[in-house]
């Protein structure tokens, strides 16, 4: 077990340095951020006397080696225009998207789990193809159409919800249910596949013959032998909820890291949009490489095929 877990820890590190040069070059390349900086009537001696005050004049490499060392120190360095230190507007934020996404993904799993298990349960039914119809909706509308049609419908026209902030818990209501709209059909879908293929095993069919009831069935036996690929699958949707507030954030003026990056991308604030890179990153290789660890304890078997 011990060598499963330090070779998965290995290969996020190496993925996580890789992600980080990469999201640096790309960020540097994406335009001149001393020009940026300096403002649309600056002259060229005021340019490069912004690109030396802030480093930009220094080779990629010899940036990005200064940008990790600090980052190893917990320094991700200081916003461009607020000039505030990146990890403290990143801590004084981190809890309202964590809100958001976790609440997300416990609704989510709420609702794919027993949609998932009904539809395996009646395949090719009329059950089944309204399960699925609801998926391919939930995956088809963006979710800022949708969060605007909420904000309308339960903010504006029904005054049942606030529509911006974060105060009150009546505050997260609609954006996490906006993001548990979109983190269903996956996780309903997984549900449904791997409940079939338990349900197809010569055990599950020994169980049915002996007289065990359908719903004992699907929760004793195969919901425990379905649910490993769910939870790796949970811990990349949770990754993406992370990442993925940024719209609706936006919409509903939601002060977390979402909306902090989406100001940041408008005015160019190159250190912060790069730690919101790191951040969502890690949460995705840090979330994986738990989820590959806890399957691998549950199922020992997922060891031996990935160290043998």
């Known amino acids: 077990m011990w060598g499963f877990i330090r070779g998965k820890v290995i290969v996020s590190l190496l993925v996580m340095l890789t992600v980080s040069l990469v999201g640096f070059a790309l960020l540097h390349l994406s335009g001149d951020l001393a020009a ?7 002259s060229a001696e005021q340019i490069e006397a912004v690109r030396r005050q802030m480093g930009l004049d220094q080779p990629l490499l010899a940036q990005y080696a200064q940008w990790l060392a600090g980052a190893f120190r917990g320094d991700l360095g ?3 225009f607020s000039r505030e230190a990146v990890s403290s507007l990143f801590m004084a934020r981190i809890g309202t998207t964590a809100i958001l996404a976790v609440g997300a993904l416990i609704l989510a799993i709420a609702v794919s789990l027993p949609l998932g298990m009904l539809a395996a349960l009646r395949p090719n039914s009329w059950l089944d193809r309204l ?8 995956q088809a509308v963006p979710s800022f159409f ?3 049609m909420m904000v309308s419908l339960f903010g504006v026209t029904l005054r049942w919800l606030p529509i911006s902030g974060s105060t009150t ?14 983190a269903i059909p996956a996780l309903m879908r997984m549900t449904r596949s ?3 293929e338990v349900l197809d095993q010569d055990y599950i069919r ?6 065990v009831s359908g719903v004992r069935i699907m929760v004793r036996h195969a919901l425990l032998n379905a649910i490993l690929p769910l939870i790796s699958l949970s811990a990349v949707q949770l990754g993406t909820l992370l990442g993925g507030s940024v719209i609706v954030e936006s919409v509903f003026a939601i002060d977390g890291i979402g909306l902090l990056t989406y100001r940041s991308i408008q005015r160019g604030d190159f250190p912060v949009v790069q730690a919101t890179l790191m951040f969502v990153s890690v949460a995705y290789i840090v979330l994986t490489l738990l989820a590959d660890i806890l399957n691998a304890w549950l199922d020992p078997r997922l ?4 160290t043998g």
């Open 206 to 211: 020994t169980a049915r013959s002996k007289g």
């Open 146 to 148: 949708l969060a605007l």
């Open 78 to 80: 200081a916003s461009f």
């Open 36 to 42: 940026t900086l300096a403002g649309e009537n600056a």
């Open 169 to 182: 818990p009546l505050h997260f209501v609609m954006p996490i249910t906006v993001l548990a709209i979109g």
């Open 131 to 138: 399960v699925s119809a609801l998926a391919l909706a939930g």
């Open 303 to 306: 060891q031996q095929r990935r």
């Open 194 to 196: 791997g409940m079939l």
